[in-house]
Nanobody, 123 residues
């Protein structure tokens, strides 16, 4: 399985970005995908997750109401719409895929990781 996040960039506070992550190499009938982020000096932290089967979503409190995760089953792609971005959102964003039913907010639940995409929020 190969994952590649894209869509990052430099944006001013209050702006928006949409990240995409297509998964190639297999199709998923269970489990789900998630977005995590890591700022310099910090541990990788959970942002949002979605299940493949029913589309159930979980979003971190820090981004709730601003970020939305969605998926396209036909293309096996997950998206992260980020609105009202803040400087604190600056980080490398990673997408990941999990096959099982583990905690979707935990790094250890994910089996595959893509290369990250840099998001910088600055004026």
């Amino acid at each position: 399985v190969q994952l590649q996040a894209s869509g990052g960039g430099l944006v001013q506070p209050g702006g928006s970005l949409r990240l995409s992550c297509p998964a190639s190499g297999r199709t998923f009938s269970s489990g789900g995908m998630g977005w995590f982020r890591q700022a310099p000096g910090n541990e990788r932290e959970f942002v949002a997750a979605i299940s493949w089967s029913l589309g159930h979503t979980v979003v971190a409190d820090s981004v709730k109401g601003r970020f939305t995760i969605s998926r396209d089953n036909a293309k096996t792609t997950v998206y992260l719409q980020m609105n009202r971005l803040e400087p604190e959102d600056t980080a490398v964003y990673y997408c990941a895929a999990r096959q099982g039913v583990g905690d979707p907010t935990s790094v250890s639940s994910y089996d595959y990781w893509g290369m990250g995409t840099q998001v910088t929020v600055s004026s």
